[in-house]
Each structure stands twice: as structure tokens, then as C-alpha cells.
T-cell receptor
Framework: GAGVSQSPRYKVAKRGQDVALRCDPI?????LFWYQQALGQGPEFLTY????????KSGLPSDRFFAERPEGSVSTLKIQRTQQEDSAVYLC?????????????????FGPGTRLTVT | AQSVTQPDIHITVSEGASLELRCNYS??????LFWYVQSPGQGLQLLLK??????LVQGIKGFEAEFKRSQSSFNLRKPSVHWSDAAEYFC???????????FGGGTRVLVKP
């Protein structure tokens, strides 16, 4: 079946512009995550949705970052007034599980990412 | 707060040679542990995971990892590397009853012919 898709794959924005990044999760997946991966680093958690509810946004670096998942499927990460430090790959992941349990079946499925370059 | 350390930023290995990537975690209890691989332009792909039980876990593409509680380590190994294994490898953890992944900084593997 189809995996997680993200669009656009590449985005160049001038400093100060607003951008919107889209994530199409695997159909039926309850959980959706956004991660930010700076160059040469591992991904870092931004925010988490369970269906349409944003349950954790502790990783969002500033109030310029906003995410939504209005119908519990597609999600959009919006960055307002982009800054150079926002340049990174933004990864979306989905999962059919809500939490990791001793059953051991927990897994997140990642999209290819959107590479954002702010000039 | 939990953290993950991958001490080796780059590793170069000859094709056919063995590979071992190190991962150490810091957490109050045993978290659940994962290894992911990221090829250029690709998303993260899960290689293997450890939740409980046998401390030696087998994954895809001929990889295995060993959990050592006493050393807080979860090292990844492959007996014989193929050129297609050139990629970046990430160790990650999630706490029990949690869901967000905490990643290490990654190890980039270069395979020499």
C-alpha cells in the first residue's frame, strides 16, 4: 500500500515568508508526528496528533510554528516569517499505535521529508 | 530526560567487512530501542527494534543488534557489508507508554569497494 507522502519535497523560501508543508499519512493511522532534522543531526520531535487532537506540541521551537490535522488525516505544518535557522528537513511519521506497549508492535512510518531552505 | 548518543559520526568500512555501530542511551528505566536507516532522499526505514526478551534481535537486510542493560547500549552489527549499506544510521528510543522518538545524532557509513 501507499506509504507516508509529503509535499513539496523541496521548498526554498525567502526570509520572512510563510510556508506550509503537507503530510499525507498512511490511511487509518491514528498517530501523526512531525520531526525537524537539521543538517548533520538526528531528527527532533516537534509535535504529535492523535486523530485530530494535537496532544503534544512541546517540541515546536517558537510560536511561528503551527500544525494542524483538522479531519484526523492530512496534516499541515506552517511556519510563519521564516528565519534562516528554520532551514532543515521536516519529517512526518504516522503510526497505527497510540503508545509503545510491552507487546512490542510499536513503529512509526516515515515520509521522505520536505527540505526547507530559507535564504 | 532521555538521551541517545552515537559516538561515531562517520565510519568507513570495506565491502565484505563487518560493521558495528555504537549506541548508548540515558534513561531511568529500560526504554524501547530502535535502529533506523536513512538513505539519501529517502525517509527513515526501521531496521529492527527491542522491547523485551531475547537481547539479541534480528532485523532486515542482515542486521542485528544486542541490548546490554549493564552498559546501556544497543549496538548494531552486520557481518558482511554490501555497497548498498552506505547510508546514515540512527538509534532511537521511546519510553514505555510514550510515543515520541528520541534520536541519536546518527552515524554515516561509507562503504569502500
Amino acid at each position: 500500500g501507499a506509504g507516508v507522502s509529503q509535499s513539496p519535497r523541496y521548498k526554498v523560501a525567502k526570509r520572512g515568508q510563510d510556508v506550509a508543508l503537507r503530510c499525507d499519512p498512511i490511511s487509518g493511522h491514528v498517530s501523526l508526528f512531525w520531526y525537524q532534522q537539521a543538517l548533520g543531526q538526528g531528527p527532533e520531535f516537534l509535535t504529535y496528533f492523535q486523530n485530530e487532537a494535537q496532544l503534544d506540541k512541546s517540541g515546536l521551537p517558537s510560536d511561528r510554528f503551527f500544525a494542524e490535522r483538522p479531519e484526523g488525516s492530512v496534516s499541515t505544518l506552517k511556519i510563519q516569517r521564516t528565519q534562516q535557522e528554520d532551514s532543515a528537513v521536516y519529517l512526518c511519521a504516522s503510526s497505527p499505535w497510540v503508545v509503545a506497549s510491552p507487546g512490542g508492535s510499536y513503529e512509526q512510518y516515515f515520509g521522505p521529508g520536505t527540505r526547507l531552505t530559507v535564504t | 530526560a532521555q538521551s541517545v548518543t552515537q559516538p561515531d559520526i562517520h565510519i568507513t568500512v570495506s565491502e565484505g567487512a563487518s560493521l558495528e555501530l555504537r549506541c548508548n542511551y540515558s534513561y531511568g528505566a529500560t526504554p524501547y530501542l530502535f535502529w533506523y536507516v536513512q538513505s539519501p532522499g529517502q525517509g527513515l526505514q526501521l531496521l529492527l527494534k527491542y522491547f523485551s526478551g531475547d537481547t539479541l534481535v534480528q532485523g532486515i537486510k542482515g542486521f542485528e543488534a544486542e541490548f546490554k542493560r549493564s552498559q546501556s547500549s544497543f549496538n548494531l552489527r552486520k557481518p558482511s557489508v554490501h555497497w548498498s549499506d552506505a547510508a546514515e544510521y540512527f538509534c532511537a528510543v521511546v519510553r514505555a507508554a510514550g510515543n515520541k522518538l528520541t534520536f541519536g545524532g546518527g552515524t554515516r557509513v561509507l562503504v569502500k569497494p
